[in-house]
């Protein structure tokens, strides 16, 4: 079959690899038929996560149609569903899944002892994210292996088109989660730092938990246009206004209620010295990720706030604001996505009409075309938000 690989830091190639088997009962192997590229395979990509090797099939937000089955997988799944998959690999039998806590699966990474050594305790395994995660193949490609496919793989009817419902795979419910995070009340201002899909879904999902507003930072004019026109959005451009100023005068002085960092360890600083010291001390090895957007949503957040991170960060970070944080009672909440917990309820309000996540998609490509898609989406080109492969 055809897929993505990744070669070396900033290169990836489609390249004929073996097709995916069964190896487990609780397998299924799934054609697949919608894809995307997320912002967390860019930090795979240009090489800020550890644990890559040359080969390894990319991508963990896809869908398409059971073609294969395990003997050993419940809930009546069936060669020829349709099925979105959700991206963290979860076992729904230990104590992490049974309390909805998917994406800190405790069998589903097969390395959990490296990545002991770097976190403490192992995450749950995730499709096509690094060593560090179990070393599963992912699924931008043609054919992918669905593991414990009873609790990764919902099952969709024909009626709603891919487009809508492929991001239940991840960022839609990344998005809800991030908004969900900041235990929203009537009121309530939100802001978010990065205009991305992730901060655009976490944009609208605000707004469906009840905030009165939200207030969306970045500085792409056309990421920040989506977000004013699609959510309802107000915006701020970081490179034209100074964050904590603009957002102490949108909210009476007295900071957003909570802040979502959508932006993760490859922030960027309006500020070229500043962006300069955390770069280089990420070239040395000093720190690994560059947490500009944190530290700025800990400093904005009113007092006793709650800052919600789903920003993708991969070490240790530099210059965090403990002071701040302490001594004004803020609250942080963080977490790969449990994505199995959100699928349902989600699909439910896709049908009902609340909320169609398709809006972020400005680019279709063929997979032979994915390192371009790669190219434009990693550059910010051609107004790039959101690219979906067809395999
Ligand atoms: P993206 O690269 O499209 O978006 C990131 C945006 O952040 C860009 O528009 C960029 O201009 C902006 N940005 C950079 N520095 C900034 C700053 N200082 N202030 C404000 N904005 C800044 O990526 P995405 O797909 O939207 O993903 C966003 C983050 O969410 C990534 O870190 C990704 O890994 C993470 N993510 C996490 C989960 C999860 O389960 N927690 C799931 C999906 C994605
Ligand atoms: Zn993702
Ligand atoms: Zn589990």
């Known amino acids: 079959m055809r897929a993505t690989c990744w070669v070396a830091p900033n290169k990836v190639s ?19 038929t919608s894809s995307a590229i997320c912002g967390s395979d860019l930090h795979l990509l240009q090489g800020y996560l550890p644990a890559m090797r040359k080969g390894d099939v990319l991508g963990h937000e896809f869908m398409g149609e059971v073609v294969e089955l395990g003997h050993g997988v ?52 995730v499709f096509g994210y690094s060593h560090l995660l179990g070393g599963y193949a992912g ?33 839609l419910p ?14 309530d201002v939100i802001a978010i730092w990065g205009a991305g899909p992730v901060g655009q879904l976490a944009a609208a999902s605000a707004f469906l938990l009840g905030a009165e507003r939200v207030i969306v930072i970045d500085r792409f004019p ?41 932006v993760g360890v490859e922030g960027h600083h309006a500020s070229a010295a500043l962006h300069a010291y955390d770069k280089a001390k990420q070239a040395l090895k000093m720190e690994t990720d560059r947490p500009h957007a944190l530290r700025e949503a800990v400093l904005s957040c009113r007092n006793g706030g709650t800052i ?27 977490g790969q996505t449990h994505v199995q917990r959100y699928m349902r309820p989600l699909l439910e309000r896709i049908r009902k009409g609340e909320i169609d996540p398709s809006f972020i998609i400005t680019h279709t490509m063929r997979l032979d075309d994915t390192p371009h898609g790669y190219d434009i989406f990693k550059n910010k080109q051609e107004d790039c938000v959101k690219v979906v492969l067809k395999p």
Do not use: W
């Open 14 to 32: 489609v390249d004929d690899v073996p097709d995916p088997q069964i190896i487990n009962p609780r397998d299924a192997i799934v054609r697949i």
């Open 222 to 262: 056309y990421r920040l246009a989506m977000a004013r026109e699609k959510t309802g959005a107000e915006t701020i451009n970081y490179e034209e206004t100074d964050v904590l100023d603009a957002l102490r005068d949108m909210t009476a002085g007295r900071g957003p209620d909570a802040c979502i960092d959508a």
């Open 174 to 187: 990344t998005g809800y989660m991030a908004a969900e995070m900041c235990d929203i009340e009537r009121g």
């Open 74 to 125: 419940r809930d009546g799944l069936g060669v020829g569903d349709r099925v979105v998959v959700a991206f963290p690999i979860a076992c729904g039998n230990c104590v992490a899944c049974a309390n909805g806590l998917y994406s800190i699966c405790e069998n589903s990474n097969p390395n959990a002892a490296v990545a002991e050594l770097a976190m403490g305790h192992s995450p749950a395994g």
């Open 308 to 334: 919600s991170v789903i920003g993708a960060y991969g070490g240790f970070i530099d210059k965090f604001p403990m002071g701040s944080f302490t001594n004004r009672s803020l609250t942080m909440r963080s």
């Open 139 to 171: 699924g931008q490609a043609q054919y992918v292996r669905v593991p414990y496919a009873d609790v990764g793989a919902l099952k969709v009817e024909d009626d709603l088109p891919d487009e809508k419902v492929l991001f239940l795979s991840d960022v």
